[in-house]
């Protein structure tokens, strides 16, 4: 099976957004003939230029949006006191305490 191979440079990006949303978004672009993910390069690219983040043009965050990053920094967290404990233990065991 042949897989496509983006060109040099150029990077394939994902991210979570709102089902409804994102349909939403694609129909305003195909109404105006732009493709979305010309639409959101071109925001990546005005945002890059002006050197921040217009952030009139964020969401409000939401409690649901935030249990996304929640999840992610309790993750982070328990990774980090799991892999002190195995170190421990390693350490214990190869010096014989």
Do not use: H
């Amino acid at each position: 099976m042949a897989t496509y191979k983006l060109p040099e440079g150029q990077k394939l990006a994902t991210f979570k957004v709102d089902e409804n949303q994102w349909e939403a978004f694609k129909a305003v672009c195909e109404n105006q003939g732009i493709p979305a993910s010309r639409a959101l390069v071109g925001f990546i690219d005005s945002t890059v230029n002006a050197g921040k983040v217009d952030e009139s043009l964020l969401p409000k965050p939401k409690s649901s949006s935030n249990i996304d990053i929640d999840i992610d920094g309790l993750e982070a967290r328990l990774l980090d006191r799991l892999m002190a404990r195995l170190d421990d233990r390693l350490e214990a065991a190869l010096t014989g305490k």
